[in-house]
């Protein structure tokens, strides 16, 4: 058989239905907000449907009537009516129309044969792909489930949008932030200092949060996900590339029951916490939390796991645990901190095309270390994100973890010499932690404080917030 198959098949299409939706909405100007919701002018396989059809839409923006009348007038002045067939045509549509109220199911017949037409482009778009040899076949695949992806969400072909189109939608959103001012407009985050500077994390996000190792960015993000998924009901999925799925769940476990994790750890458990555990363990056993523990996964694996993620399970907050553990395939071996721009760019790609907000955990580099032994030359800077490359430039949010009361503990365990002066060292708060949001595309910088019990791995509110 021959590797180039040629086909000489017509494309899939309905004229019949095509005919018969468009007279329906002239018809019937009610079924044209119905239509509306399914059909767009490029579903129409006969060019001169999809203009009519962009008239009829045009006429029905503008609040005017859709009619014979009305129709040839506008055809006429853009110089269109003989190229759809004229009067006669337009009245061959209408007459033709069984029953308006059957528009809804034209429709659908229409996109369905849009659709089958759009799989054959995307078949052979990836037929075309894999005869180059010069492409990676998990990256064909990686683009395959994409092109896919879209095609399923409707969302192929729609990168230009007129502003008029979203106008409309901007203002729906300023309205309906305005009816519930003072509410979260994201995903609330279960700490309310940061609610009030975020508005909660936002659709299509890339977030980072970065620390040093030991500071609890993977106790937060955990409670960022905990909270999440059990008081909003939202889906959360979780890519766990350091620890696996069983840790990473006895650290959730622990958080929710307050249990000592090193007492858990170790075997050392009392009565009462057993009883906690197992409340814990009922509290989260229908929680729509998924997990995947594959370390090593590259940006374009990930993608992928995260497109399945959304659409079994419902995702709609996804974490990262963490950057610098992803991989690169071999093209991309030469340069670390080109790795790390891929990744962070792909990564605000997923964002974007899932719509949901990304959460990344990320190392932050030894320079933190190598700064003044001063306590407050410590706080990390946006400068000091481990192979910064573009994780700045692509981030939304930018957040640091810094405790003061981790220093001292270095210090008083001669792992690490930090200046503290007396007086300073007996005001420590050894649960008092910064949340510093150092970059915040749209909304303020500043910092909130967090009470961290390191002995369950949570973190919780504490009362006051200071300007960055």
Same mark, same amino acid.
């Given at each position: 058989?021959?590797?180039?198959?040629?086909?000489?098949?017509?494309?899939?299409?309905?004229?019949?239905?095509?005919?018969s939706?468009?007279?329906?909405?002239?018809?019937?100007?009610?079924?044209?907000a119905?239509?509306?919701?399914?059909?767009?002018?490029?579903?129409?396989?006969?060019?001169?449907?999809?203009?009519i059809?962009?008239?009829?839409?045009?006429?029905?923006?503008?609040?005017?009537?859709?009619?014979?009348?009305?129709?040839?007038?506008?055809?006429?002045?853009?110089?269109?009516?003989?190229?759809?067939?004229?009067?006669?045509?337009?009245?061959?549509?209408?007459e033709?129309?069984?029953?308006?109220?059957?528009?809804?199911?034209?429709?659908?017949?229409?996109?369905?044969?849009?659709?089958?037409?759009?799989?054959?482009?995307?078949?052979?778009?990836?037929?075309?792909?894999?005869?180059?040899?010069?492409?990676?076949?998990?990256?064909?695949?990686?683009?395959?489930?994409?092109?896919?992806?879209?095609?399923?969400?409707?969302?192929?072909?729609?990168d230009?949008?007129?502003?008029?189109?979203?106008?409309?939608?901007?203002?729906?959103?300023?309205?309906?932030?305005?009816?519930?001012?003072?509410?979260?407009?994201?995903?609330?985050?279960?700490?309310?200092?940061?609610?009030?500077?975020?508005?909660?994390?936002?659709?299509?996000?890339?977030?980072?949060?970065?620390a040093?190792?030991?500071?609890?960015?993977?106790?937060?993000?955990?409670?960022?996900?905990?909270?999440?998924?059990?008081?909003?009901?939202?889906?959360?999925?979780?890519?766990?590339?350091?620890?696996?799925?069983?840790?990473?769940?006895?650290?959730?476990?622990?958080?929710?029951?307050?249990?000592?994790?090193?007492?858990?750890?170790?075997?050392?458990?009392?009565?009462d916490?057993?009883?906690?555990l197992?409340?814990?363990?009922?509290?989260?056993?229908?929680?729509?939390?998924?997990?995947?523990?594959?370390?090593?996964?590259?940006? #374009? $694996? *990930?993608?992928?796991?995260?497109?399945?993620?959304?659409?079994?399970?419902g995702? %709609?907050?996804?974490? &990262? +645990?963490? @950057?610098?553990?992803?991989?690169?395939?071999?093209?991309?071996?030469?340069?670390?901190v080109?790795?790390?721009?891929?990744?962070?760019?792909?990564?605000?790609?997923?964002?974007?095309?899932?719509?949901?907000?990304?959460?990344?955990?990320?190392?932050?580099?030894?320079?933190?270390?190598?700064?003044?032994?001063?306590?407050?030359?410590?706080?990390p800077?946006?400068?000091?994100?481990?192979?910064?490359?573009?994780i700045?430039?692509?981030?939304?949010?930018?957040?640091?973890?810094?405790?003061?009361?981790?220093? #001292? $503990? *270095?210090?008083?365990?001669?792992?690490?010499?930090?200046?503290?002066?007396?007086? %300073?060292?007996?005001? &420590? +708060?050894? @649960?008092?932690?910064?949340?510093?949001?150092?970059?915040?595309?749209?909304?303020?910088?500043?910092?909130?404080?967090?009470?961290?019990?390191?002995?369950?791995?949570?973190?919780?509110?504490?009362?006051s917030?200071?300007?960055?």
């Amino acid at each position: 058989m021959s590797e180039n198959v040629k086909f000489s098949k017509v494309a899939p299409q309905s004229i019949e239905a095509e005919q018969s939706v468009l007279g329906s909405m002239i018809l019937d100007r009610d079924m044209i907000a119905i239509v509306l919701e399914t059909l767009e002018p490029r579903h129409f396989y006969a060019e001169k449907h999809g203009e009519i059809y962009k008239v009829v839409l045009e006429l029905y923006e503008a609040n005017e009537p859709v009619d014979m009348v009305t129709l040839v007038e506008l055809l006429s002045k853009k110089g269109m009516l003989d190229k759809v067939g004229g009067p006669a045509y337009l009245s061959a549509l209408v007459e033709g129309v069984p029953t308006p109220e059957h528009a809804p199911s034209y429709a659908k017949l229409v996109a369905q044969k849009a659709m089958l037409r759009d799989l054959i482009k995307t078949g052979n778009e990836i037929v075309r792909m894999s005869y180059d040899e010069e492409e990676n076949a998990d990256e064909i695949i990686s683009e395959a489930e994409k092109l896919l992806y879209d095609m399923s969400q409707g969302r192929a072909f729609k990168d230009i949008t007129p502003i008029k189109a979203e106008l409309k939608k901007a203002f729906e959103i300023i309205d309906r932030k305005y009816q519930n001012r003072g509410e979260v407009s994201g995903l609330p985050t279960g700490f309310e200092d940061l609610n009030k500077l975020t508005g909660g994390f936002q659709k299509s996000d890339l977030i980072i949060l970065a620390a040093r190792p030991g500071m609890g960015k993977t106790s937060l993000a955990l409670n960022f996900a905990e909270h999440i998924a059990v008081e909003n009901k939202t889906g959360v999925g979780i890519f766990t590339l350091e620890m696996s799925a069983t840790q990473l769940v006895t650290r959730i476990l622990c958080a929710r029951s307050e249990v000592d994790a090193l007492a858990l750890r170790e075997g050392w458990l009392r009565d009462d916490d057993w009883h906690r555990l197992a409340m814990a363990s009922e509290q989260l056993h229908n929680v729509p939390i998924c997990i995947v523990d594959s370390p090593g996964l590259t940006p #374009l $694996e *990930l993608r992928a796991k995260a497109r399945r993620m959304q659409k079994e399970f419902g995702v %709609e907050f996804i974490i &990262v +645990d963490y @950057l610098q553990l992803m991989s690169m395939p071999g093209k991309w071996s030469d340069s670390r901190v080109q790795q790390v721009s891929e990744m962070t760019r792909q990564l605000k790609m997923m964002a974007r095309e899932l719509n949901v907000p990304v959460m990344v955990l990320s190392q932050l580099s030894r320079a933190v270390e190598t700064r003044e032994k001063d306590i407050k030359k410590k706080r990390p800077q946006l400068s000091d994100l481990r192979e910064s490359g573009s994780i700045e430039q692509d981030a939304d949010l930018v957040m640091f973890l810094f405790r003061e009361g981790y220093y #001292l $503990e *270095l210090t008083q365990t001669g792992a690490e010499s930090v200046q503290f002066d007396e007086s %300073e060292a007996q005001k &420590v +708060d050894p @649960l008092k932690t910064e949340l510093i949001l150092a970059k915040h595309r749209n909304g303020p910088t500043g910092k909130v404080f967090l009470t961290f019990r390191k002995e369950f791995t949570r973190f919780e509110n504490a009362s006051s917030r200071e300007e960055y």
